[in-house]
Structures are given as structure tokens and as C-alpha cells.
């Protein structure tokens, strides 16, 4: 058996992880290095990790490979990181010839979105498609597309913002320039502005309750509390999110007819206050949608799949399975590719 | 030199053409047979058109391969339509066996739009770039992209229906029984519809004389000639024509990060009037378009490219090159790739 080593970069800590190329998981290591520490002190602990991976697995198996997921756009033929906001001091800099200079390996580098859809293609939610795309609702909304077995990464590294696909043409300002981005009705930030939002307008009198009390520390799982607990104006937000993710589906399987659509990042966790709406919406919009996913699809897709395989691919949404290992797992894929 | 033979079968006409490998057109025939007439009619005169260029030209260089246009949902595997409103009789009918059981050869079947996105990435608008998509303006707007050298048909063949991407959430009801369509903005249905309804509204005279004097024969090149002529409500239509393309463009842009994307069908004649604004558009709306198209871009797309290569892939939006051809080449294309 041969294994490769997957690191994540995309999240707050350092992780890595030895991974079998049967998706096996060897070990998982999560130091307790912030990514937002200084450069060499990262890719110290970074190689370290690796080296000790590689030399515990490596005395019965093969290492084939060490891959990274890493948070920005990257250049893949350079190595290099074109921008990344949250890896200030990285930018321009050879990522991939350093690290490979110290651990005397190949190495693959990734862009972190690409690497959890890899990571949930490979062995999640979408591991027996042909095709897929995950869209990742964060602080932001991120996304990534696997076709022909392989993440496009686009002309420039830049594809799969989903995150910016205009759901409304005069919605909310975003910060890309543009207005009424998905991400402004779906992402974990959407959902705590629409909540002070109501709140000011007076709509939403317990939520305001808890904004008084929480102040900053206030977080859209705590919308997301409410909503559970019955409160019709948190309901009505999740409504929202579903509405949005509903014309974004829309849009994507329009123009993509992927096999499947994976639903990842936090807000995720929130699924069955916005999947009704989702649906509904997807349903209404989507005619390749409606002419692909039957309409038991929605009620079996997130328990046990029908007995019978169906003769022709359905079109399928549904949520992570991986969670924040996602992109763990797809470094360690990418890896074992080359 | 190798040739293959390419036959268009998505518009009015069945027509068929030997395409060199080089891409150098042999000879193009353009038979009375509408593809309206009954199926086997059809596949008679094409096959009989087949025939005839392949042994004229077969006698002095190889015949590799007859690739067909089909406008509809294809099944590759089993090479039968699964749907086509345009040539009824056609579904479910095992048209690549039939057609290669009496040319005796192997036949590639596609999709139309994607037939003339491999076209315009051969030989057109896109022809040096690595990945591209075409959006066509038609009747209806249809799409096509190709990612790898090859036409993403989607797991179900339905990729590429870029006309039915939400512009406007609560816009007008489109047939696919979604609302606010890019087609209900920016096809020539889109055109005639919205001049019509200007002219209802009494803030179009000159429209509405035009209207009032060819009836069912007012047609968006008329809109056109309007714009072009100065009057301000036909200008105003082409307006929001390119409104509709720049969100559209954006969204594409923000997804999937293609080099080129080329703009086609008959609406595209009006690029002049509507290009100002979709490029306005596109660049307020997409951060990736801004970063990957320095100003110039636009200037100089559709003159002459600049003397020196650019480093990295810029992000061109471009008209379309090959006019009705695109599909015929495209064909051809597809052919010399088995």
C-alpha cells in the first residue's frame, strides 16, 4: 500500500495528515500553530510534521507524495501564492520550491477550495460522480468543481466564487464591488447581518434580545438556535439563505448540469432550516434540475440511496460529509495523482 | 493531409462541409433539404452529401472521420436523441448506428452549441485560448464551453443553457418556468418583446410605427436599425440587452475563470449597441474580470491583438468569428479527434 501526506492551510491551525491511497486514514495531526504566524515559522512546523508522518508510515509503506491545500489564488505553474489575505508575507513567494528544498519531495500545491472539493469527490458526499462542485458557506462563500477527475482551477486559479454570483442585481452592496452576491443572503455573515437587520426594524424581537446580550460574540449559529426553537423572524432568515442557495443551484446546474452539488462550511450545519426552501426554489427554476432529480431524489439523498442504481445519473444536492476534513483528505488526493 | 467531414443539422438547412485537418475549408454544401422534413428524408441527403465529398476528396487524401451537429439532448453513449423540439420524429431513434450503418463509418454526434463552441475554439474568436465558452443569441440563447480541448456536455448532456441563468429573481416568466432568464433580456425574442411592450407603453413612437406597419414581421435587427439610426428607446432595449450579458458574463467569469468567452447568433450583429454597456457591467460586477482584463482589453479585442504576448491569460470577451459556420467546423472538429 502507498500513501501521500495532505496538509490543510485553509483553516486557523496547521493540519496534516497521512492518508492511504485507499483513503484510509493513517494519522491526523493538528498543531497547534496558527496559520497566521510568521511564514518560516509555519513552513517549519509544517515540514517537521511531515518529516515525522513520513518517517512513521514510511518504514512499511510508500510515500508517493505531500499535497497542500492553501488559502488564496494561486499560480499553479510557478508555485507560487498570487494573493492570499489571510497568509499576509506569502505572496510572491515560492511556496512550493521552498517546501520542496526542505522535505527533498515533490509537492503539489492547491488552492484550498479546490482541495475540500477534491476531498469530498474523492471520499464525501459526491464520491461515486463523475462530476461535482462544492459550494463552502463560511465567513464568505468559496467554492470548487471537480470534472474529468480534476479541480478546475481556471485560466487565472480563480474559478468556482461562487460566492459571487449575483442573486439579485440590486441586493446588498459586496465587498468584490458587485451587488447582491450569493454571498450576501447565504453566508454565515449574511445571516448575522439579516438578524441585526430585522432586529433594527423592529421584526425581530428576541433576536434583538440576544444581539443586546452577545454584542460581537453573536454568530449566525446562534440564529440558527433560534430557528430550531421555533422563532419565525430566524425562520424567515434561513428562509432567505435557502431562497439564495435555491437560484444559485439554478444557475449551476443551468449552466454546468454537474452530478452532484455539495453543501459544506459552517452555515451547512443550519440544512434543514434552509434545505426546504432550497428545494422548492431549485425546482421552481431549474428545468434540467427538474428533468434530473426526481422527485424522491430530495427525501433519499441524505439517508440510504435506492437499492436499484438508476440508469442515467440524477443531479443531486447535498450536504458535506467530510466537514472541515475535506480538504485535508483532497491534498492527500492530489498527491496521489501525480 | 487528412480531412473529416462536419454536417450542421441545427439550422434551417441541412448542411455539410470537408474540413482539412489544418482547418482549411474544402467545400461546403448547402442542401434544399430543410431538416423539417421527415427524419429519413434527412439522413438521405446527408448521407448522400457525405458520400459525394468524401469520395471526391477521399481519392487523394484520408477521410478521418464524419462528425454531426444535432440540435437537442444528446445521449452520447448509446448515440441517440433524448430530446430535440426541432426535429420531431428524431427521439429515441439510434441515429449514430443508423448513419454509420449506411456510410459504412465511424460518426461522432454533438450537441449544436457545443459543436460551435469547438468551432470558434478551433478556428474562431477562441482560437488560441485554453478554455472558452460561447453564448448565443438567438431566438432563444444557447451555450456551449470547452475546458481540456473537449465540449463539456454535462452528466446529462444538458450543460450549456446559459440563457436560463438568473438575471433577475423576480423578472419576467420565461418558458422553462423559471423568471428573470438572461433569455428574457438579451435574446432577439427578449428584443422584439421589450420594444413591443415600450411601444404599449406609448415611450417608443418611432418603435411602435414600425410596429403597427410590419406586424408579426417586426424583428430585433429592426430594433437595431433603430438604435443605430439614434432613436433613444431602441438604444435604451439594447441597453438593458447588454445589462443582461454583463451579469450574465459575470456570473460565468466568477465560476469558472475561462480565457474567452465569445459572444454569437444573430443579436450578436448589435454588438456595437449593447457592448458599452455589458462591458460597464462586467467590469463593476467581476473582481476576477477587472483583475484579468486590464482596460485596453476591451479596445483592442475586436482590432488587432497587441504586439507582445501578455504573460498571464487575460479574460476576453469576444464576438463571435465564424458566424453560422461555427457549428459546421465544429462538427469537423469533433471528427478529427476519434
Known amino acids: 500500500m502507498t500513501f501521500a501526506v495532505g496538509v490543510d492551510l485553509g483553516g486557523t491551525n496547521l493540519r496534516v495528515a497521512a492518508v492511504r491511497e485507499n483513503g484510509e486514514l493513517l494519522e491526523r495531526v493538528t498543531t497547534g500553530t496558527k496559520v497566521s504566524r510568521s511564514r518560516d515559522a509555519v513552513i517549519d512546523e509544517m515540514t517537521a510534521a511531515i518529516r ?38 506569502w505572496s510572491d513567494y515560492p511556496v512550493r520550491a521552498e517546501i520542496e528544498r526542505r522535505l527533498g519531495h515533490r ?55 461562487f460566492g459571487h454570483i449575483v442573486i439579485d442585481p440590486e441586493g446588498p452592496r459586496c465587498n468584490c464591488g458587485n451587488r447582491g452576491c450569493a454571498e450576501q443572503f447565504a453566508s454565515a455573515t449574511a445571516v448575522v447581518r439579516m438578524a441585526r437587520e430585522m432586529a433594527e426594524r423592529g421584526e425581530a424581537p428576541a433576536l434583538a434580545r440576544a444581539i443586546a ?31 439564495a442557495l435555491g437560484i444559485l443551484l439554478s444557475d449551476l446546474i443551468n449552466a454546468l448540469n454537474l452530478e452532484v452539488y455539495v453543501i459544506g462550511g459552517g452555515v451547512a450545519a443550519a440544512w434543514d432550516a434552509f434545505a426546504p426552501q432550497m428545494f422548492a426554489e431549485l425546482r421552481r427554476r431549474s428545468f434540467i434540475y427538474k428533468a434530473t432529480a426526481p422527485e424522491d431524489t430530495e427525501t433519499w439523498l441524505n439517508g440510504a440511496a435506492p437499492a436499484a442504481a438508476t440508469e442515467a445519473p440524477r443531479t443531486m444536492v447535498v450536504r458535506a460529509a467530510l466537514g472541515s476534513d475535506a480538504g485535508l483528505y483532497g491534498a492527500a488526493r492530489l498527491a496521489l495523482e501525480i
Open 213 to 243: 446580550q452577545q454584542s460581537v460574540a453573536f454568530c449566525s449559529r446562534r440564529v440558527h438556535d433560534f430557528a430550531i426553537a421555533g422563532d419565525g423572524p430566524a425562520q424567515a432568515i434561513f428562509g432567505k439563505v435557502g431562497w
Open 52 to 89: 515525522r508522518l513520513s518517517s512513521t508510515y514510511g518504514a512499511n509503506e510508500r510515500l508517493v507524495g505531500v499535497g497542500i491545500g492553501v488559502p488564496g489564488i494561486l499560480d499553479a505553474h510557478s508555485g507560487t501564492l498570487r494573493e492570499s489575505p489571510n497568509l499576509p508575507g
Open 107 to 161: 509537492v503539489v500545491l492547491e488552492n484550498d477550495a479546490n482541495a475540500a472539493a477534491m476531498g469530498e469527490a474523492w471520499l464525501g458526499s459526491a464520491r461515486h460522480a463523475h462530476s461535482m462542485a462544492i459550494i463552502t458557506l463560511g465567513t464568505g462563500i468559496g467554492g470548487g468543481m471537480v470534472t474529468y477527475g480534476k479541480a478546475w482551477q481556471g485560466s487565472r486559479g480563480m474559478a468556482g466564487e
